[in-house]
């Protein structure tokens, strides 16, 4: 099931920016191992569950896994040769804004090869360059 908000105030939202570093979710808070993330990107609902199932299946059931991002903006886009004007885009999915240096993913319960392992996997499914992290 993918992740999206129950409701929004508006449907259809503005680019945005996604120049800088994150000024949250920069540390490991909450599981002992995390995934980092070391470029800019609009991560999808579908690469946001990719990388879930990755870590849990390497992780067997065993620890606990947190997914410290949620896909909030919604983007729009125009179907192919559709000539300009005419209006904003259809709805197409909805993404959450990453900076460098959020962290994405965190585990704990596991030995750090088995997180590393599993947080390795994860980032194959993810379309930026990442780094694994540890609490200490």
């Known amino acids: 099931m993918p992740l999206m908000p129950e409701r929004v105030k508006y ?3 503005h680019r945005g920016s996604r120049a800088g570093l994150a000024t949250r979710g920069q540390t490991v808070a909450f599981g002992e191992y995390g995934l980092m993330a070391l470029e800019r990107c609009w991560l999808d609902t579908k690469q946001i569950e990719a990388a879930r199932v990755a870590v849990a299946r390497n992780m067997k059931r065993h620890g606990k896994m947190w997914i410290r991002v949620f896909p909030q903006k919604s983007f729009t886009k125009k179907p192919l040769e559709t000539r300009m004007g005419k209006g904003k885009g259809l709805f197409e999915s909805w993404v959450v804004v990453i900076k460098s240096v959020n962290i994405l ?4 319960g596991v030995t750090e090869a088995v997180a590393r392992e599993s947080l390795r996997l ?3 499914k993810l379309p930026i360059k990442t780094k694994f992290i540890s609490r200490h």
Not at 105 to 108: R, Y
């Open 122 to 124: 994860a980032a194959t």
């Open 105 to 108: 993913f965190e585990v704990d």
């Open 11 to 13: 449907r259809k939202m």
